[in-house]
């Protein structure tokens, strides 16, 4: 019943901005945590940003300063706000989220992820 939907991925020239979003959908279920991965074509996936339901924060080296992580818990969806882009940001960004489910008598915690939206940056 849970399902991550996420948007925002686009084409942007090296210096914008872009917004990225993931909601999470469906019923009888709660999000312990949320994060944005990425991966890069012939590179391995890297955790991009991370918050924990209180709203902790976790950022990756190379993008500490220029992206924020935030979340909407009445919403249920998390957000990557990410500011002068570099090329090197280009890579396919996924959603993944640390959630009970609670559909089954017995609750059940998993990594949900994402389908991924692309994000180019031109030079």
């Known amino acids: 019943q849970v399902q991550l939907v996420e ?6 020239q090296a210096g914008g901005s872009l917004r990225l979003s993931c ?6 279920f709660s999000i312990n ?13 890297e ?3 991370a918050i924990t339901s209180g709203g902790s924060t976790n950022y990756a080296d190379s993008v500490k300063g220029r992206f924020t992580i935030s979340r909407d818990n009445g ?13 090197e940001d280009t890579a396919n960004y996924y959603c993944s989220a640390d959630l009970t489910s609670y559909s089954t ?3 059940r915690t998993g990594r949900y992820w994402g389908q991924g939206t692309q994000v ?4």
């Open 7 to 12: 948007s925002g991925g686009d084409l942007v």
């Open 23 to 28: 909601a999470a959908s469906g019923s009888l």
């Open 33 to 45: 945590g949320m994060a944005w991965y990425r991966q890069a074509p012939g590179k391995q996936r």
């Open 47 to 49: 955790l991009v940003a």
């Open 75 to 87: 919403k249920k969806t998390v957000y990557l706000q990410m500011n002068s882009l570099k090329p």
């Open 105 to 107: 008598l017995t609750p």
């Open 120 to 123: 180019t940056v031109s030079s």
